[in-house]
């Protein structure tokens, strides 16, 4: 199972990272491109989210990091995620732990968010915690050079989620 995950992972982050660097000739290295197009960026981000699921109820808090972005590209950034919340399952509490990587698709605010990773999660009632994996697909609205961010989907474990945050 850790091996599934770990394999998951690996191969999400070499798929974004290929997926990212433009095939066509270009005047300088891919370095000077990619410090040059992420000057404009506003990197961070820290967010709230609310997930629903028939029994389930999670609210979590993540720190985003926009590891590389473009513009006017159809795949526009790639960036890690990381956070936690509690989360409320018919009688029991608990506590989980995430990180993922996911890459932003679409030219203007307007764009689709497909993430992978994995997540840790403990209930009051288990005495270990458990690792499984993580990922969503949804919608995100996000000016590359504003301050605010929304997103609506569904993931795992966040089920049917809305989520608001600071962009900076």
Not at 46 to 61: D, P, T
Not at 81 to 97: H, K
Not at 105 to 126: C, D, P, Q
Request: aromatic letters at 16%.
């Amino acid at each position: 199972m850790k091996n599934w995950i770990k394999n998951i992972g690996i191969s999400s982050l070499l798929f974004f990272a290929c997926a990212s660097f433009n095939c066509s000739g270009q005047v300088g290295s891919v370095k000077e491109i990619l410090v040059l197009e992420n000057n404009d960026f506003n990197k961070n981000v820290v967010r709230g989210s609310l997930g629903f699921a028939l029994i389930y109820v999670q609210a979590s808090v993540q720190y985003e990091r926009m590891l590389f972005g473009r513009h006017n590209k159809s795949l526009q950034s790639v960036w890690l995620s990381a956070g936690g919340g509690r989360y409320f399952v018919y009688t029991d509490w608990g506590t989980q732990f995430n990180l993922k990587s996911f890459a932003l698709f679409g030219k203007n605010a307007a764009h689709f968010e497909l993430g992978v990773g994995a997540a840790v999660i403990k209930t009051e009632s288990m005495d270990q915690f458990k690792l499984l994996p993580a990922g969503n697909l949804g919608y995100r609205f996000q000016k590359s050079d504003g301050h605010f961010m929304f997103r609506t989907g569904v993931g795992l474990p966040e089920g049917l989620y809305i989520g608001f945050g600071f962009v900076f």
